[in-house]
C-alpha cells in the first residue's frame, strides 16, 4: 500500500477527532458556563440522545455494507459528508436568544447523525482497504497518529481562538496570572467556523487519497446479519473494551476544564516565564502529542505481545498511574509532575486507541470466517456506537458527580472543598475504576494472534476461490 493511501487514511480522523476531542473536552462547559444549561439538564442532553445512537449506528452500518458505486462501499461518504459534517459542529456551538433546551437537543443530535454517517464508513474503510492484519494495525496506526494530530491542533488552537475573538472580553487572572477561558458565545461560534473549514478539507483529502482493494458483500439479510451479530462474542467483549477506553478518555478530558478553571488555575502559583502552560488546553495539547507516542509504540508491541496482551498491559499501567495522581501537590513543583504524568497517562491510551480499531478489524475478519458474510459496516457502526456512548456517558457521569459534589457554574464562583476533592476525584479515582473494568472485560477476548492468523489465512483462500469463481 503506498504511503500517501495511508496518510490518506488519516486525514480522516484528524478531521473527525479535531471535532471530538472538542465535544468530549470542551462541550459540557459549553453547555454549563456559556450556554447556559444547568449541569443536571446538560447530563440529560448527552444521554438521552444516545438512545438515537443505538438505532443510528446500525442502520448505517446496514446502508454502508449494502452501497455500491463506482468508488467502493464505503469511502463515497467521506465526500457526500464532509460539508454538513462541518456545518453541524457550528451549529452545535451556536447559542440562540430563546429555545435554547430545544436547540441543544436538536444540534447535538443532527451533529451525532451526520457523524455516524461518516464515521461509520470511514471506520469501515479500514477493512477494505487491506487483508493483512498486521498491515491493518500499521494503518490503524496512521488512523490514530493523525487523529491524534488533529486534536492537539484543535486543543491548542481552541482557547486562544476563543480568547481572540471575544472582543468585549473583561481578563480575569488566577494565581499563575493567566487568563480564564473567555465565555463569550459569540467567540466560541467563530472558533468554531476556523475549526471546522479544516475539517472539512480534511474529509475531502482523505477521499481523494484512499482507495478500496478488498471485496467482500453482504449475502444475507438484514435480520440475518443483526441475528448473527448478537451470537458473535468476541464482539461484544469489543463492545466493553471500547466503551471502557473510551470513557476512562472522556472522563478525565470533561473534568479537565473545570479542574483547571476552578482549582490550578487559581491555585497553582508559577514563575512568570513557565505560566503559559498553566491552561487545559495546554495540558491537554501535551496529552495528544504523547499519545502521537503510544500510537507509535503500538505496533510494535501489539506484534510482540499480541493486542489482547498489550492492551491488558497498557490499562494496568494506567490504573497505577491515574491513583497516583490524586496525592501530586497543588504547587508549583506538583503541576510539573501532573504534565509528567499527563505524558505517560497519554503515551500509554495512545497505544491503546489504534488496537481497538484493529481488533474491531479482526472481529469483522472473525465474523466473515465463521459466518460466510461480510458485515463489515454494521460491526464498525458498533465501534461507532461505543466511541458515541462512551463519550455520553462519560459527560454526563462527570456533570452529574460535579453537582452531586456541589459544583457552582455560576461567573466568579469559588467553589467548596467538596467540589474540589469532586474534580481531582475525577481525575484519578474514577478513571483508574474503569481501567480495571477494561481489564476485567479484555481478558476473556479470545481472538488472540495465534487465532487471527489462522483465521486469515483461511479467509484469504476463500476470497481466492471466491474470485476464480
Known sequence: MKLSEKIGYGFGDMSSSMFWKLFSYFLPFFYSNVFGLSLADAGVLMLVTRIWDAFS??????????????????????????LPFALCGVLLFTTPETGKTLWAYITYIGMMTVYTGINVPYGSLLNVMTADSDEKSVLSSFRMFFAYGGSFIALF???PLCNMFD????????????????????????????IASCCFLLFVLSFLMTKEYVKSESTVSVGQDLKLLLRNKPWWLMIGAALASNLFNTVRGTTTAYFFSDY???????????????SAGIFLSIGEISNMVGVVLAVPMSKHLGKKSTYIISMAILIGLSIAFFFLPCTAGGYWTMLVFQVLISTFTGVISPLVWSMYADVADYSEYKDGTASTGLIF???????????????????WMLAGFGYDTSAGAVQTETAIMGLRVLMSWIPAAVAALAILVTFFYPLTKKKMEDVQAELAAKRAAASAD
Open 57 to 82: 449506528d446500525p442502520m448505517m452500518g446496514i446502508i454502508a455494507d449494502r452501497t455500491k458505486t463506482r468508488w467502493g462501499k464505503y469511502r463515497p461518504y467521506l465526500l457526500f459528508f464532509a
Open 157 to 159: 488552537a481552541w482557547e
Open 167 to 194: 472582543k468585549a472580553r473583561v481578563v480575569t487572572e488566577g494565581a499563575s496570572g493567566l487568563a480564564a477561558l473567555s465565555t463569550n458565545p459569540e467567540a466560541w461560534t467563530k472558533a468554531m467556523i476556523v
Open 264 to 278: 490550578i488555575v487559581k491555585t497553582v502559583e508559577m514563575a512568570p516565564q513557565w505560566a503559559f502552560l498553566v
Open 381 to 399: 457502526s458498533s465501534a461507532s456506537m461505543a466511541q458515541k456512548f462512551g463519550g455520553a456517558f462519560g459527560g454526563a457521569a462527570v456533570m
